[in-house]
């Protein structure tokens, strides 16, 4: 039993050392298109809040934050 209990500590501290776990954020940016193609203007602030973040690895502990987005093409 204490073995038992030993072997989960030891191996959940072993994952705890693991790579970090991708937690992927999608966003919808207006890349294109006539009104307002200002997507491109917001994707340098989010990429450098990303980067900001994944800098600090006790901010979002074991999670390494990624970002994709979707071009909405408004009219
Ligand atoms: C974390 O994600 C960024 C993209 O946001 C990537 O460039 C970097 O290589 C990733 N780091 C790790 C350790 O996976």
Known sequence: ????????????CLA?????RELRLL?????????????????VPIQMALADVNAY?????RYNLTYKYIDTMVC
Do not use: K, Q
Request: glycine residues 16%.
């Open 27 to 43: 966003g919808m940016l207006p890349m294109t298109g006539t009104a307002w193609p200002g997507g491109s203007a917001c994707l």
């Open 16 to 20: 705890l050392e693991g790579e970090p």
């Open 1 to 12: 039993m204490i073995v038992a209990i030993l072997f989960a500590h030891v191996a959940g």
């Open 57 to 61: 690895p006790n901010l979002l502990h």
